[in-house]
């Protein structure tokens, strides 16, 4: 069985197979917008999608990943992906989301510690690592925030898959995940019509995964926008982020 895990970035995805592999043993699979962290691939389960799988999904070869779909393997894969971009959008869904103000926080910190690592302008790099080694790490905070903000992935990102039609979907908010990550995480399996026996109750705390990759794992927890998000930002913000934001659940 193939199974979407979706989510915009930092919104609980790796957590969630964290979760799911430590309790069911499950392995899980990135690649559609999405990589994988390197320290927390043994607790993740993550393995490498099969080339005629993962080929298959990105040209939307039907035939094909409907023969891995009806297997008896199990595909949990992590995606980052907007649902039309996405071929194979009618495989069953797992959906994870997050308040706006603290995806694009921690999003925004998550590019400041690893952009380099995809960067392709190595002129705006330069300039903006400077701007870190010189003490500006706050003014650069506000502008990438602020390019974020204007780029509108977090609103299509949301308003395609929730708007999807076809195959089983489970919304699973961010929130819930990390108050309770056992009965959240086997809810949203359910929601899609998969019931697993328990492979282990045990799973690791936030304080752990710190440890393990801290700068990946910076707080784990919700509101802390509350601290962090630039005032002068807040009214642009939920002008071009309300709507979604409000149809999510969140607002003022």
């Keep these: 069985m193939i199974i979407w895990l979706a989510s915009y970035p930092r919104s609980g995805n790796t957590f969630f197979r964290i979760v799911a592999h430590q309790l069911y043993g499950i392995p899980t699979y990135s690649g559609f ?6 320290a ?5 389960g993550h393995k490498r999608l099969p080339e005629a799988l993962y080929r298959a999904l990105l040209e939307g070869d039907k035939t094909t990943y409907m023969k891995y779909h009806d297997s ?3 595909f949990l894969i992590k995606a980052h992906s907007t649902l039309d971009e996405l071929r194979a959008s009618e495989l069953p869904s797992i959906v994870l989301v ?5 995806a694009l926080i921690s999003f925004t910190w998550y590019w400041m510690e690893y952009g380099h690592v995809w960067r392709k302008d190595r002129l705006k790099l330069a300039f903006e690592t400077s701007m870190k080694f010189f003490g500006f790490k706050q003014t650069l905070f506000h502008r990438i925030l602020n390019q974020h903000l204007n780029n509108r992935y977090w609103i299509n990102f949301y308003e395609g898959w929730r708007h999807k039609q076809e195959g089983n979907t489970h919304f699973l ?19 899609v ?8 109750a045990e799973i690791p705390t936030f304080d752990e995964l710190q440890k393990l990759s801290p700068g990946f794992f910076r ?10 998000f630039p005032s002068n930002l807040y009214d642009q913000f939920w002008e071009t982020h309300g709507p979604t934001m409000r149809a999510l659940g969140y607002n003022h």
């Excluded at 927390?40 to 993740?44: E, L, N, P, S, Y």
């Excluded at 908010?173 to 929601?191: I, M």
Aim: hydrophobic fraction near 25%.
């Design 33 to 38: 917008r999405s990589g994988g962290n390197g």
């Design 40 to 44: 927390c691939r043994h607790i993740t």
């Design 72 to 74: 008896e393997d199990f």
């Design 98 to 102: 997050r308040d706006a103000r603290d």
């Design 173 to 191: 908010r961010f929130e819930d995940l990390t108050t309770d990550p056992v009965e959240s995480v086997h809810n949203a399996l359910k929601g």
């Design 193 to 200: 019509g998969v019931e697993l026996n328990l492979y282990n």
């Design 219 to 228: 707080q784990g927890k919700a509101g802390a926008w509350e601290k962090e």
